[in-house]
């Protein structure tokens, strides 16, 4: 553990071997990002992305990346990175390594958000990125009243979660029933999660939301490492706990919520970037910069892959991390039973 002091006067700890897997996988993600950017029909070497993104590019390549290709890239370092944090954030509340937006009902009350604007209302991509906040938020609020009791308890906040996301589902498949054929085959694309065709009308909001929520997750980073030794112990070291948990929750649920407004529901990130994130920092807490970075590098690979290693055939993002998550899943539960913990 290293102090470090700013300018300002203020003063923060940092572990050398966290800095360095933050700063790699930072790399790793800028990387992978320039590697996607060239990839596809016309294919662009990557000192040619660096060289067009610097504005000395031709004028082909120049339309080709920052109109066509960029905006898809930025979507995925930011959708990666908001599912990263909201995940970190959900399993230090929770203290529970299945404390996943996607597990505990939060990606599904977005998906319901959505899918009712489209088969009720007919909604545009606006009309449909609200419905999918005002579901994520609603859901939200649901699962933290319900999981109530003189506080909010880890394992009952994933109890309750699970249950809201079979009755989600459940939904979703009610709509998907009562929506027409165009509906039903719009619905059905957008519950894939993918990233074909965005553009910079999803970067921006993106951008600016995660702008805002980035430094309030990271001032309640101390006040978070305590709550995850009990909510009796936070309180003891002067922790507002309700207080901190509504804030953060408040937070992840959003930025679970505009990640899924702008690509559909991403299964799985949010679960394993924390997980994995942790394994190489080997660090206490919730690794918010390193579950960010590892959940950008995450999805802007499995984007890659999605595109490159299936032939002809180019995999929606979403089904990829749903095969390669669902199988993480299976080893995370073997791995916590073995030690006992569930």
Excluded at 299 to 322: M, R
Aim: aromatic fraction near 6%; glycine fraction near 12%.
């Amino acid at each position: 553990m290293k102090a470090i002091r700013t300018p300002g006067g203020l003063s923060f700890r940092a572990e050398p071997r966290a800095l360095a897997v933050v700063a790699g996988l930072a790399v790793l993600a800028l990387a992978a990002a320039v590697v996607l950017i060239g990839t596809g029909d016309f294919a662009i070497a990557p000192a040619d992305v660096v060289r067009t993104l610097a504005g000395s590019g031709t004028s082909a390549q120049d339309f080709i990346i920052n109109e066509l290709r960029l905006p898809r890239v930025l979507v995925a370092l930011l959708v990666g990175a908001s599912l990263g944090i909201s995940g970190a954030l959900f399993q230090s509340i929770s203290r529970n390594p299945l404390g996943s937006p996607d597990v505990i009902g939060f990606g599904q009350g977005s998906s319901v958000g959505a899918l009712a604007v489209i088969v009720f209302f007919h909604g545009g991509a606006v009309a449909v990125s609200l419905g999918t906040l005002a579901g994520g938020l609603a859901t939200g609020v649901a699962v933290y009243l319900l999981a109530w009791k003189k506080g909010v308890h880890g394992y009952r906040l994933v109890l309750v979660g699970i249950g809201a996301a079979a009755m989600l589902t459940a939904c979703i498949h009610y709509l998907l029933t009562k929506s027409s054929l165009v509906d039903a085959t719009r619905s059905m694309v957008w519950l894939t999660g993918s990233l074909d065709g965005r553009d910079w009308a999803q970067v921006w909001p993106l951008l600016a939301l995660f702008a805002v929520l980035l430094p309030v997750v990271l001032a309640y980073g101390r006040p978070l490492r305590m709550l995850e030794m009990g909510d009796d112990a936070a309180h003891a070291l002067g922790v507002p706990v309700q207080r901190t948990r509504t804030v953060l929750m408040l937070a992840a649920v959003l930025l679970n919520a505009s990640a899924t407004a702008a690509a559909g529901p991403i299964s799985f990130v949010a679960l394993t970037a924390p997980q994995l994130a942790r394994r190489l920092t080997r660090a206490t807490g919730p690794n918010i910069l390193a579950s960010a970075c590892m959940g950008a590098a995450l999805l802007v690979v499995a984007d890659w892959a999605a595109q490159q290693l299936f032939g002809e055939s180019t995999l929606p993002v979403g089904v990829l991390t749903g095969m390669v998550g669902g199988a993480y899943l299976l080893w995370l539960l073997v791995t916590e039973r073995k030690a006992g913990r569930i």
